[in-house]
């Protein structure tokens, strides 16, 4: 059985989100606390959907630095230069 989503309320503002695969619930997203990005990740992440070729930096950026997903991916040289921007200015 492939992942899917669950939400508890309204689909535009839920009260919680679940994803679950295999009849277990992998993730459990407080609706007041959640937004459309970091949901949108969590999707792409836990259903291991590839990223669209023509928005692969924006979404290898959006990986490391929102989710702090950290895997054996070599990361794009402008990608790294950004990150490294991020960090030096929170100094």
Not at 45 to 61: D, G, R
Not at 72 to 81: A, D, E, G, R, W
Request: charged share 15%.
């Amino acid at each position: 059985m492939p992942p899917f989503i669950v939400f508890e309320g309204e689909v535009h503002s839920p009260d919680d989100i679940f994803i679950s695969a295999e009849q277990e619930i992998l993730l459990k997203i407080n609706g007041g606390h959640t937004s459309a990005l970091t949901t949108l990740l969590l999707i792409y992440f836990v259903c291991n959907i590839q990223y669209p070729k023509e928005c692969m930096n924006v979404y290898t950026f959006l990986q490391r630095y929102v989710l702090n997903v950290y895997d054996s991916v070599k990361l794009p040289t402008k990608v790294i230069q950004l990150l490294n921007e991020l960090n030096c200015s929170g100094e």
